[in-house]
């Protein structure tokens, strides 16, 4: 394989191990609460993630200038670096697993460590795939975003894998191995740093980047809300346990289908039209589960659901990436960072209305089509069809 060949299969398989890393807390809470384990109770484990929302907003929007200042590679290795001492301190743990009074302070430090690691990587990763594929941007974005997606499903499974809740160890410790090896591939890659990754010497955010970063922060709240309290909405429109996980399953198995798709056909076809009207089929989906609560139907609701919403986020990266190309790096962060802004929002004020499932409903659907809205808005003197 040539250099480039080689740097792109490191680079997306960064991505995937991203993915992995990133949801290693959330996979192993059957342990954190295990009495006879870290012992935490469901307030301490739901406050776990707070740091972790934090230092990933504060990263994505401090990376663009970091990338700037010192270039990709530097501010991968430190991302990296970080996801890597989270994950190794998190199976040298057990063996303190009788020092209960330090196992939740400790944790919050590696959860914080986690989450500056995954925002200074990603950031990175999407203009630095773009930058490998100039005439295909979008596309490059969509599937390593697909990849980010197949990652956080793999830790879970992991989880799963193991069985014994006391074996949690093991899925740190491999995730820990396998991050590791890449890391040390990536090393010898020879990363420059590129106009693609310069910001002007004064600049100020765009108008319509700022309409971008609006449009993202609700569709935090629509993928915060499915994606965390998705298994009890479906619970309380009438589904059993194993029901509203399989819903779960499919909601995120639609949104990684529909990047994969997006990608590879966005460089064939103008799918322009398809990804500004997808928002439309979202609201009129979440609709549908206002007033069907057959079972069936409702799985069928979330997996397309997940599916229509798919490349509304990764999409946006692209297209702002396209349409601001000079902001490339900029583009990335500020969007990611609307996207833990949405996320971090509604899981924290969605607790107060769980139950209160038709009214959550009615808002997403309202939501959905404010989105649509603004991405039309967002169309007039765009460059979107170089980006689809």
């Known amino acids: 394989m040539n250099s480039k060949t080689v740097t792109i299969v490191v680079v997306y398989l960064l991505a995937f191990l991203t993915g992995v890393n990133f949801v290693v807390f959330p996979a192993l809470g059957t342990a954190f609460t295990d009495q006879s384990l ?26 663009p200038f970091l990338v700037n200042k010192i270039g990709p590679k530097i501010v991968l290795i430190c991302g990296l670096l970080l996801m890597i001492i989270s994950t190794g301190s998190l199976w040298i743990l057990h063996y303190f697993m009788n020092e209960k009074s330090i196992l939740f302070p400790v944790l919050m430090i590696l959860v914080a460590f986690t989450g500056t690691g995954f925002g200074l990587s990603i950031t ?20 390593l975003q697909f990849l980010v997606g197949l990652g956080t499903s793999t830790s879970p499974l992991m989880m799963n894998f193991i069985g014994d809740v006391n074996n949690w160890m093991y899925v740190p410790g491999s995730i820990f191995i396998v991050v590791a090896i890449a890391f040390v591939a990536f090393l010898f890659l020879k990363l420059e740093k590129g106009t693609f990754f310069e910001l002007p010497g004064h600049f100020k955010i765009p108008t319509k980047l700022w309409f971008f970063f609006i449009t993202i922060i609700l569709y935090g709240f629509i993928e915060g809300t499915f994606g965390s309290f998705g298994g009890i909405i479906l619970k309380t429109q009438g589904l059993d346990n194993s029901k509203a996980s399989l819903g779960l399953s499919l909601f995120w198995g639609g ?15 103008n799918l322009s039209y398809i990804f500004l009207t997808a928002p439309l089929c979202v609201a009129g989906l979440i609709f549908i589960m206002l007033i069907d609560h057959n079972v069936k139907i409702l799985l069928l609701l979330m997996f397309f659901i997940g599916f229509f919403m798919g490349s509304i986020f990764p999409g946006s990266i692209g297209w702002g990436t396209v349409e601001f190309p000079m902001l490339s790096v900029l583009v990335s962060g500020f ?7 949405g996320t971090g929002i509604v899981t924290n004020v969605l607790g107060n209305f769980s139950n209160d499932t038709s009214l959550i409903l009615k808002f997403l659907t309202f939501f959905m089509l404010i989105i649509c809205v603004l991405l039309f808005y967002l169309k007039r003197n765009s460059k979107i069809k170089e980006a689809f």
């Open 335 to 341: 969007l990611m960072a609307a996207n833990q802004i």
């Open 124 to 143: 990175t990763l999407n203009p630095l795939a773009a930058s490998l594929f100039e005439d295909k941007r979008s596309s490059a974005i969509l599937i």
């Open 38 to 63: 870290f012992g935490l109770t469901s307030s301490q484990f739901g406050n776990l993630f707070i740091p972790q929302v934090i230092c990933i907003i504060i990263s994505c929007l401090g990376a």
């Open 255 to 269: 949104i990684a289908l529909n990047r994969l798709l997006f990608g590879i056909f966005s460089k064939k076809f």
